[in-house]
Every structure is written in structure tokens, then in C-alpha cells.
């Protein structure tokens, strides 16, 4: 009985308490105690008081009131704790917004330097609490704004940088711990100085650089791309330099936060789950060290060891180096004398230097740059600002270049001063003028003719790998051992010498790891799951980079299991650009009336209407998965039941949750089967009938490499397909459309 009582006082209690915290605003009247709250308008955000993890201590705080459970976003406090529930947060009689202790001390206020006459505290749904006179609302007028002053978190719509105007740097700081909202180790702070960039420090050591922003992203955090769920900018004027993103649909709450051990983390919420699921993090890898490889290293998370010099230089103290310390890093092997006949020698794929000390114009050409950076004696590098649309801007750099890394897949160049002697042929110097963008010969490696007549053994039958509409293939042997694979073009091939150099072209260009280098070695027909899976993977980055990290947004248009190249280590890689075609970054779909491609792997828009986008990859795609999971062709797979081709056979599967039937029984054993299943669902995703259902390759990218979850995929475009011609309108005459051949997931299939 006893009990019953108690249990039902304290709901008495909790009753009386909810009433008791109905209030939404602070005003000169209206002060707030602990135990109340002000939630916003849309009951997104609470501020009131909390006691942080075991600690016993009382903090004012703003956190989640809708998802969440309670995650603290914001600390008023946090170096200044409350020993007991005695906190008031009132205005005081200037009209300042202060947290009062049981002595009436004020132990935190928001030290606007205006003040107010009928001044308001009210907390908005983007979690800002802001002080404001009572009717002005123009966030220009903002008296205080706690979004000026972040603690661990970064929230939407906050400005993460530096106004040059109040001077105001905001900046986060990691909390002590998961009890201790004060201020921990480390801060992450953007550096105003030479070209911005962000630091992690912890003291006064810096831990992290983010790079500076290349238009797209900050030339260090490659992971930073176009996503679903937030889009981000970052704007830098005379005013203003700062980093801001904001959430595409309130339905997908994320946010920024430092971590205590440093670590800059990217959190969303995950509603069936109940957690925050951890997207991504800032620094990667040990390459992520503030310049961990010293003075003009490199370093290179796919080298063992990571850090090597950059061409033309040397370990500055060779035996601590080979030791394992980079700490001294490299020197030029021979000393810049500012003399005629220096050059530049150019680096692809890298992680910009250290620009805290450099200069930069946002309108120079890269030419004009390269000029400027010859003119002065004491300019060791130059790079163009922006990457996007062919480049612009310039930066400057004078002085050791500091904390380079080497991507695999990033279109970043950068120019390093060498002298005479430490230029190849490979030169950009002053006597060179030719500028030809689009094929320089450093991209290209050309032989002579007779070199391939050796190789291929005089285009011999027993080396021809295979033949595509445009001409065979032929396998050859190089006299230094590489193993090339060369494609002439035959008199009477439907592919023009344009088609053909747009392949070159492509090939050349795109220096991504996913991409035919057009060496291949054949490779056997029994791959197990995990190499399947890894394959899966590698085509979705490999056109991912195509869409969107290459500097053209390239569509491959023929995409399919031939076209698909496997290496030594089963890394795919992506050939035959025949059909490429490259679009401006404002395209996004296009007209042809030369339907060019492969039926069974074409996409109804472009089949019927003649019309491809990026989209149309993306079906070509989900048209690959199935097959790959099932060892089978698409077209020309027989089903005993019904007629569907695999596509509407993994449909019907996929509806009627058999979609472990699909899996090839070659790899039964190895299949880890929740991998297998996400896989063919996201296959149905790209395969919708319509462009619009369909995700972005960046999507898929995500989708299959995490947790989140899928949504229902629609019928797919074209799964009954035998009454399309059998005439095959693709480069490849060979595929055999009544035969159930296996998928050989290598390609150039021998003939
Ligand atoms: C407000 O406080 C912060 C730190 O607590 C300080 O950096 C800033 O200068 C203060 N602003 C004014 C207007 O007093
Ligand atoms: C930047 O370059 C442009 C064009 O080359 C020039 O007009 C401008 O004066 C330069 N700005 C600065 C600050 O040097
Ligand atoms: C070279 O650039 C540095 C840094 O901007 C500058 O201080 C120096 O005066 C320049 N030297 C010449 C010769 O222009
Ligand atoms: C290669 O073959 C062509 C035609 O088959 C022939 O004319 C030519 O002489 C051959 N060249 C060599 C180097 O064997
Ligand atoms: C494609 O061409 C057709 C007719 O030539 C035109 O009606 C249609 O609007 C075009 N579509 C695009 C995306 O350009």
C-alpha cells in the first residue's frame, strides 16, 4: 500500500513539474530556476538545467527534446559548474542575459555590449538561443546569439569561422569528458591566416589541418562530398570566412561534434534504432597527422611505409628517416638558385600544403599564377584555388611545404618549383608554352607503332583477347615484362577517330584506381563472395568518381559485366569510354539520337527516348549487381517458371523475401548474406523505372557500405525484355542473348 502511495506521488509530481515548465520565453519578468525549461516553438530544443553523465554538478544547457535522449548540444556554464539546483537565468538590470548562483553571483552571462530596454532570451528550433528586443526579430539585431559562441557541437545553420568585421572566431572545444562539459584538450578552429583552413589543436600543438577549401570541399577531407543528408558552403568574403552546412530534410537530424579524444565526428540520428549513428569522421587515417612526414614529404596510407619524399627530394637525415622519424623531412636533391630553366613539376591527386603562410588571388589563371610563382625567387609552389570547371585562382607558396598526402582518387594538382636538373621531360617551364588542356603529353604515354607490333606479336590471332564493335583487342607483352592490352581501331569501324580519342582521353585522365590503365591480365571465373562484394564496391566508387569527383562529370553509357576490367588483387576497374560522354557541371541530362550501348543493361529512358543522364549509369549499374550476385546474364537468362529476364526474376525474389535464392551457389559458402541482401536491394533501387526514384551513385556508395536504412525499391524499368530485338546495337556483338553463360566477371571475353 505503502508503495501504490508513493508511486502515485511521484506521478503527482512529474504531473506538476511538466505543468510547471510551460514557459518559452526569458524576459526581464520571467526568469528560468532548475527544474524548468523553455522548449522551442516547434518543440525541437530544450534549454534548461542538467547534470552531465555520473557527475553531480549543474549545468545550463540546450539539448535535443525530440530525438536525441537528451544529447546536450550547447553549455552556458561549462567551465563554471553549479554545486547545487540554486541556478537562476534571468536578465539582469542592464538588460544582460546572466546564470546567478545561490549568492546571486553572476557565474555566466551573455556579455552583449549593447543594452537592451525590453530584452527577451528566447531559445529557436534550430537549437540558437538568442537575446533579442521583445519585437525585433531581424537576426541582423540579435543583441547575443549562443550560435556565436559553440561549445563541442556544431549544429545546422551555425557559422563556423571568422566574422573580420566583430572579430568573433567561432570555434569548437572538445569537453573534458563525457561528464565534464569544460573545456577538454582540444580545439578545432578555423586559421584566418594566408589561405583559411581549419586546425585541431590540442595546446598549442596542431594536430589536424583541414585543408583549404578547393571549391568543392577542403582539399584534406575527401570524405567531405554531396550527400543526402545536409548540404554545406563555405563562404568567403571581406567580411566573413566560414563553413556552414544545413539538413535537407528535418526528417534526418545530424550534427558536427569534437569529441573529447579529438576526433571530429559526424553523428545522425537514426530513429528505428534510437541512436546516433556515427557518418563520418574528420581525420581518417595516421596520413591525417599534422605533418607527420615532415618538410616536403608525402605521405601515402597505401605505402608501407607511409611517408616517402616528393620527387626531386630526399630525406634531410637519411638514417632517422629510414628509422622510421620523418620528423626532419626531405630537401631538394638539388638547390633552387633562382636560374633560368627552373620549372615546375606537377603533382596530381594530393592534399594541398600547409597555406597559413601563403598567398593567393581568387582571379589569376593558373598560367598567370605559374608566372607569378616563376618571378619571385622565394616562391617554392603554385596551385590553382577552385578545381571546379577547369580551375581558377591562385595560391602561392614561399616557404617548406608542410603536410602534403597523396590521395588515390582526388583531382587536386599542385606545381612544385625544381631546378633544372630535377625536371624530367615532364616540365612546365618557362620555355614551355603549350597549354593544350585537354591532352598534355605528361598524361599521355605514347609508344610507336612498332613497339606494338612487337608487343602484340604482329596483332597476332592467338593474342587477341576479344572484339568489340569498334575493332579488336589484343593482349601484349612490353620488353620490360608489363602486360598490355591494345585496341586497334579497324578501317571499318563504326568508332570515329573522335570516339576513339575520347577513350584515350578518358583513360588518361581519370588516374583513379577503379579505371583500366588498359592493363588487364584474364582472370579465372570462380570469384568467392567477399571478392564479389569488394568488386560490387569498386564499380560503385569507380563511377561515383566518374559522376562526380573526376574533373569532368563523365556518363559512361556502356556500362556492363564486359566493360568491367579485374586486376590482380580483383579491383574493377571501368573501361571502354568509347561512349563517354563528359557534361558541364550544370548538365544534367542530355539528348541523342545515336541510342548507343547495351540492350539488357540500358535504362527505358534512354532505350526509348534517347535520353541519358547519370541516372542511366546508375540502372546499367543495378542491372551488373544481380548478375555479379548471380553469376548469370541478365539477358538471356531462362527461368523454368516464368519468362522474366534476372532483373524481374531478383524482383519477384526480392518481393517475396526470397532474395537468398538469387545467390550464385558457387559462392554459398562465403557469402555473408546480409551484405548479399543489401546489395540486390539497392540493386532494385537503381534499376526504378524512373530517373527520379533511382539514388545517386554517392548514395549507393553509402548505402552499401553502411547500415542505413533502404527504402522500398518500385518496379523495375524492363523486366520482361524478349521482345526486344535480338540485333545488338552495342559494341559488342558477342554477347550470346539465348545462352545462360555464366557472368565471366572478367571481361574481354576470349573469343
Ligand atoms: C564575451 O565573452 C567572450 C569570452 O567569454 C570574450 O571573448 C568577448 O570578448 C566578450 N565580448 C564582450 C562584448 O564583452
Ligand atoms: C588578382 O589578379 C587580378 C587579375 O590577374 C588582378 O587584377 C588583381 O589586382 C589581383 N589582386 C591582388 C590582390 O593582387
Ligand atoms: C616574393 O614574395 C614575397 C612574399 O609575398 C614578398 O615578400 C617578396 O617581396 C617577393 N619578392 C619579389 C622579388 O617580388
Ligand atoms: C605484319 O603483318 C602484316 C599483314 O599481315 C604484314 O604486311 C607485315 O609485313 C607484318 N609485319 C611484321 C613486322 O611482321
Ligand atoms: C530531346 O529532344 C526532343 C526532340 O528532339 C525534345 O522534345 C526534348 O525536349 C529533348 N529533351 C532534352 C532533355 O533535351
Redesign the pocket.
Known amino acids: 500500500m505503502k508503495a501504490i502511495i508513493i508511486v502515485l506521488l511521484l506521478c503527482l509530481l512529474a504531473f506538476f513539474f511538466t505543468i510547471s515548465t510551460a514557459i518559452d520565453t526569458i524576459s526581464a519578468t520571467k526568469s528560468l530556476k532548475d527544474g524548468e525549461s523553455i522548449v522551442s516553438p516547434g518543440g525541437i530544443f530544450e534549454l534548461g538545467f542538467f547534470s552531465p553523465g555520473r557527475s553531480k554538478n549543474r549545468y545550463l544547457g540546450i539539448w535535443y527534446k525530440k530525438v536525441g535522449t537528451g544529447t546536450v548540444v550547447w553549455v552556458a556554464n561549462r567551465d563554471v559548474p553549479l554545486k547545487d539546483s540554486s541556478g537562476v537565468l534571468q536578465f539582469s538590470r542592464q538588460g544582460i542575459l546572466s546564470l546567478v548562483n545561490k549568492d546571486k553571483i553572476a557565474i555566466w552571462s551573455s556579455n552583449s555590449s549593447i543594452t537592451a530596454t525590453s530584452p527577451v532570451a528566447q531559445l529557436l528550433d534550430t537549437g540558437n538561443l538568442v537575446v533579442k528586443n521583445e519585437e525585433d526579430n531581424e537576426p541582423e539585431n540579435y543583441l547575443w546569439q549562443s550560435f556565436d559562441y559553440p561549445g563541442d557541437t556544431l549544429l545546422p545553420g551555425m557559422k563556423y569561422g571568422v566574422n573580420f568585421v566583430t572579430g568573433l572566431n567561432r570555434g569548437l572545444t572538445s569537453w573534458k569528458s563525457d561528464d565534464d562539459p569544460s573545456e577538454g584538450d582540444y580545439i578545432n578552429k578555423l586559421d584566418p591566416n594566408g589561405l583559411p583552413q581549419f586546425f585541431l589543436e590540442k595546446g598549442l600543438a596542431k594536430q589536424f589541418r583541414s585543408g583549404p577549401w578547393n571549391g568543392l570541399r577542403f582539399s584534406g577531407m575527401p570524405n567531405l562530398k554531396p550527400n543526402g543528408i545536409y548540404t554545406y558552403e563555405f563562404v568567403f568574403t571581406q567580411e566573413e570566412v566560414y563553413y556552414t552546412y544545413n539538413l535537407v530534410s528535418s526528417s534526418v537530424v545530424s550534427r558536427l561534434v569534437l569529441i573529447p579524444n579529438g576526433n571530429l565526428q559526424r553523428y545522425t540520428w537514426i530513429d528505428r534504432t534510437k541512436d546516433w549513428k556515427l557518418y563520418l569522421t574528420a581525420q581518417i587515417d595516421d596520413c591525417d597527422r599534422y605533418a607527420t612526414c615532415g618538410a616536403y614529404g608525402r605521405c601515402n596510407i597505401d605505402n608501407s611505409p607511409a611517408c616517402g619524399c616528393l620527387e626531386g627530394f630526399v630525406p634531410k637525415s637519411p638514417e632517422e628517416w629510414y628509422s622510421g622519424d620523418w620528423s626532419n623531412g626531405c630537401i631538394r636533391k638539388a638547390p633552387l638558385e633562382c636560374m633560368e630553366g627552373e620549372g615546375f613539376r606537377r603533382y596530381t591527386g594530393i592534399k594541398l600544403p600547409d597555406t597559413s603562410l601563403s598567398?593567393y588571388n581568387k582571379t589569376m589563371n593558373l598560367k598567370v599564377c605559374e608566372q607569378a610563382c616563376l618571378?619571385?625567387?622565394?616562391?617554392t609552389a603554385y596551385a590553382n584555388l577552385d578545381i571546379r570547371e577547369g580551375g581558377s585562382g591562385c595560391i602561392l607558396w614561399?616557404k617548406e611545404l608542410f603536410d602534403v598526402r597523396q590521395y588515390a582518387d582526388s583531382s587536386q594538382d599542385i606545381y612544385i618549383r625544381m631546378a633544372k636538373s630535377d625536371l624530367g621531360n615532364t616540365v612546365h617551364s618557362r620555355q614551355q608554352d603549350s597549354t593544350d588542356e585537354l591532352i598534355r603529353n605528361e598524361d599521355l604515354h605514347l609508344f610507336g607503332f612498332n613497339v606494338i607490333v612487337e608487343a602484340t606479336n604482329n596483332f597476332s590471332n592467338d593474342n587477341k583477347l576479344g572484339q568489340g564493335g569498334f575493332g579488336p583487342v589484343y593482349k601484349g607483352k612490353l620488353k620490360d615484362g608489363q602486360e598490355i592490352a591494345v585496341k586497334r581501331l579497324s578501317k571499318n569501324s563504326r568508332q570515329g577517330l573522335d570516339e576513339f580519342k575520347n577513350e584515350v582521353f578518358c583513360i588518361a585522365k581519370l588516374q583513379h584506381r577503379n579505371l583500366v590503365k588498359l592493363l588487364d591480365e584474364k582472370q579465372s571465373v570462380l570469384v568467392d563472395w567477399p571478392k564479389r562484394f569488394h568488386i560490387i564496391n569498386g564499380i560503385a566508387r569507380g563511377l561515383l568518381y566518374l559522376h562526380q569527383d573526376s574533373r569532368l562529370r563523365i556518363v559512361h553509357r556502356d556500362l556492363k559485366a564486359s566493360n568491367v576490367l579485374l586486376d590482380q588483387e580483383m579491383n574493377p576497374k571501368i573501361s571502354d569510354f568509347g561512349m563517354a560522354r563528359g557534361f558541364r557541371g550544370d548538365e544534367t541530362e542530355a539528348n541523342t539520337s545515336r541510342v548507343v550501348g547495351t540492350y539488357g543493361y540500358m535504362s527505358p529512358e534512354y532505350t526509348i527516348d534517347g535520353i541519358f543522364s547519370l541516372k542511366s549509369d546508375v540502372f546499367s549499374f543495378g542491372v551488373l549487381v544481380p548478375e555479379i550476385v548471380s553469376g548469370k546474364k541478365n539477358r538471356g537468362f531462362r527461368h523454368a517458371h516464368h519468362k522474366l529476364n534476372l532483373l524481374g526474376h531478383a524482383w519477384m525474389l526480392h518481393k517475396e523475401g526470397k532474395s537468398l535464392e538469387l545467390i550464385d551457389k558457387f559462392v554459398k559458402d562465403s557469402c555473408n548474406e546480409a551484405q548479399a541482401l543489401r546489395s540486390i536491394h539497392v540493386a532494385l533501387l537503381c534499376v526504378q523505372r524512373s530517373p527520379g526514384d533511382r539514388p545517386s551513385m554517392s548514395n549507393v556508395v553509402l548505402m552499401l557500405s553502411s547500415e542505413i536504412a533502404l527504402p522500398t525499391p518500385k518496379e523495375p524499368g524492363f523486366f520482361t525484355e524478349r521482345h526486344l530485338s535480338d540485333t545488338d546495337s552495342s559494341s559488342t556483338k558477342h554477347e550470346q542473348p539465348s545462352t545462360i553463360n555464366r557472368v565471366t566477371i572478367t571481361v574481354l571475353e576470349a573469343r
Open positions: 598567398w618571378k619571385n625567387c622565394s616562391c614561399f
